[in-house]
């Protein structure tokens, strides 16, 4: 076998077993979590009804398997992605409020949806900073910005700078990480 061969074939098994290690770690991060947090709550037309602490929702493994969808499991639990194109809220445009699948929290109003293009839905901010997280994850080609649930910290996607003015930010959120709850 030639060096060439060997040399391919070594990076592919490591490059397997780094993305392992990685999506292993991804669904630890709720063990991070404070006990409570403050969740802004809001009524299903997007109308504030104030900032509260709520108890973190924190659950095993096969617990969150025992109550998602396997592909949300994946996408909420193991920060995978859904291909785009195929989430049931990409080319969805309803009046409402996106939810946490996991825990309900209030992520997003249909008010700040845009059709972005890129295959998944789409938003210029979250529904209350409060009720996301937004931290800088290593990815495979850099560096990006992850977003997750503040109450139960499950993956929803990621925020990227190309947004429409006047924030230019899109959040790029996973339709299996969110539950819609219609005006």
């Given at each position: ?5 060997r ?18 770690g ?17 009524d ?11 108890a ?12 998602l969808?396997a ?11 859904e ?19 996991c ?22 901010q ?43 930010l ?14």
């Amino acid at each position: 076998m030639g060096y060439e061969r060997r040399a391919f074939l070594a990076l592919i098994a490591g490059g397997g077993c780094a993305y392992a290690w990685w999506t292993r770690g991804a669904g630890k991060s709720a063990s991070l979590l404070p006990d409570h947090v403050p969740i802004a709550d809001f009524d299903d037309r997007g109308l504030p009804l104030g900032v509260r602490e709520a108890a973190t929702v924190r659950k095993t493994d096969a617990e969150w398997q025992r109550v998602l969808p396997a592909d949300s499991f994946s996408v909420t639990r193991r920060a995978d992605t859904e291909f785009a194109g195929r989430g049931r809220y990409d080319k969805f445009y309803e009046d409402g409020i996106y939810r946490c699948i996991c825990c309900d929290t209030a992520l997003f109003d249909s008010k700040t949806k845009y059709a972005s293009g890129t295959g998944w839905p789409s938003f210029t901010q979250p529904i209350a900073k409060e009720n996301v997280v937004e931290r800088t994850a290593v990815a495979l080609i850099g560096q990006e910005i992850e977003v997750s649930c503040a109450r139960c910290a499950a993956h929803l996607g990621h925020v990227f700078d190309d947004g429409p003015p006047p924030g230019g930010l899109r959040y790029c959120i996973n339709s299996v990480a969110l539950t819609f709850r219609a005006a």
